[in-house]
């Protein structure tokens, strides 16, 4: 089955500058990866996704990139504010049909310090 | 509006008994999820289903059996309560890839 591996784990960043996560998956058939975003106490939401056909996406502030060779995706966010602090999680799944079942990584927890 | 709703926010329960964990959604999503979220371990899939009595075995279903009789709830049972159990638990459906989470159960079992 798929694995995807997040890192890091932790990432503390300074207010106004930018965050980088990393995600590697082992399956060549996944072709949608979405980033979920999720706030103490809060459930898990969708911030952004990509899917295979596309190296690359922006809304607003943050970005995801996707290299399909090197089977890696990463998030990117610029210009970072404490509201941004959370845990992100990132997936995979090979979308299609009724199922779109995903395999999320373990999480990085973002604090960015005022 | 998505609305993923589950039955209880707290749950505490002895070792052995029987649990039922109850999720309902009001848009008519045909793919439903239970993951539990454990700190360094993410959300791991208990079980899916993609339609009204079918279900499929994610990654971790032992001690796990679920139910969907209708399009909307999906439930999660815990035949026979453990310790190693107590975790939260977060139901979602799905449509054309996202998904939208309950607001989680958090079971303790003692």
């Known amino acids: 089955g798929e694995n995807v591996e997040q890192h890091p784990s932790t990432l503390s960043v300074q207010e106004g500058d930018s965050a980088v996560i990393k995600c590697t998956y082992s399956?060549?058939?996944?072709?949608?990866f979405p980033w979920y975003k999720q706030e103490l106490g809060k459930r898990p939401q969708l911030i952004i996704d990509i899917r295979s056909n596309v190296g690359e996406k922006k809304d607003q502030r943050i970005a995801v990139t996707l290299n399909k060779t090197a089977k890696h995706f990463s998030l990117h966010i610029t210009e970072t504010q404490p509201e941004d602090s959370a845990v992100y999680f990132c997936a995979a799944s090979q979308g299609g049909g009724s199922n779109y079942k995903l395999t999320f990584g373990k999480g990085t927890l973002l604090t960015v310090n005022p | 509006d998505v609305k993923v709703t589950q039955s209880s926010r707290y749950l505490v329960k002895r070792t052995g008994e029987k649990v039922f964990l109850e999720c309902v959604q009001d848009m008519d999503h045909e793919n439903m999820f239970w993951y539990r979220q454990d700190p360094g371990l993410g959300l791991r899939l208990i079980y899916f289903s993609y339609d009204v009595k079918m279900k499929e075995k994610g990654d971790i279903p032992e001690g796990y059996s679920v139910s969907r009789e209708k399009k909307e709830r999906f439930s999660l049972i815990l035949e026979s309560a453990s310790t190693n159990q107590t975790s939260m638990y977060l139901c979602a459906s799905s449509y054309l890839g996202e998904q939208y989470f309950g607001p989680g159960t958090r079971l303790t079992v003692t």
């Open positions: 399956d060549s058939a996944s072709n949608y």
